[in-house]
């Protein structure tokens, strides 16, 4: 089975401040997938990043920027000068390969982020 | 527009009542999936359908069924057997391929029993 923990329930900052949310994850597969979704106030959820267990390379998209660690079976996720429009629920999740096909995702319980002006 | 639209927003619903939760996208996606949220708590999964007229249980299927009769609707039926059916409930849709899938989301019904 897998899981996928976010320690983190809430955190607060204060604008222009960099915040890191943590995710854990625990798979006996080999090949597996990580994302992290955004849920503003409104409940949509809006896709941040897909990551493959084969590509370990950092990512970074504008103010926001990943970590992916195999050996501590982290995907931690960092915004750099954050904005008070970054205030959401933010959601790590798993997805693993049983020879193909789509299956749902694992998701971790959440990280409340709060930007204060 | 593409995209997956859930309707309505909020619903309300006696207890003892089946309610039909809508769910239909345009993206030409073939896998869809039914989550459900409650306060404080991730998602979890409760029907998906990689193809019509298949459609699997997830992780919190009881109480819940589904149809997947077009490729482009995957409605959800909450049965008076669900006992505590009150959430939000979230639909998504994704190509299908394993090397390529990314799930994307409707904006999500709120259900409310009375």
């Known amino acids: 089975a897998q899981k996928v923990t976010q320690a983190q329930t809430e955190i607060s900052v204060v604008e222009k401040e960099d915040v890191t949310l943590d995710c854990v994850y625990e798979t006996r597969d080999t090949t597996y997938y990580l994302f992290w979704y955004k849920q503003p106030p409104s409940g949509e959820l809006v896709f941040l990043i897909r990551r493959n267990s084969f590509d370990e390379q950092n990512e970074i998209s504008g103010r926001y920027s990943w970590n992916f660690q195999k050996s501590t079976s982290s995907f931690n996720f960092t915004i750099t000068a954050s904005q008070v429009v970054d205030s959401a629920v933010y959601f790590c999740a798993l997805s693993v390969s049983w020879g193909g096909g789509a299956d749902g995702l694992t998701f971790g319980k959440g990280t409340h982020l709060i930007i204060q002006p | 527009d593409g995209g997956i639209t859930q309707s309505p927003k909020y619903l309300f619903r006696k207890e003892g009542q089946n309610v039909t939760l809508s769910c239909e996208q345009n993206?030409?996606?073939?896998?869809m999936y039914w989550y459900r949220q409650d306060p404080g708590q991730g998602l979890r999964l409760i029907y998906y359908s990689q193809i019509v007229n298949d459609f699997q249980k997830g992780d919190i299927a009881e109480g819940y069924s589904v149809s997947r009769e077009k490729k482009e609707s995957f409605p959800l039926t909450v049965t008076s057997a669900q006992k505590n059916p009150t959430a939000f409930y979230l639909c998504a849709s994704s190509m299908g391929d394993r090397s390529t899938d990314t799930q994307y989301f409707g904006p999500g019904t709120r259900l409310t029993v009375l």
């Open positions: 993206l030409n996606h073939d896998a």
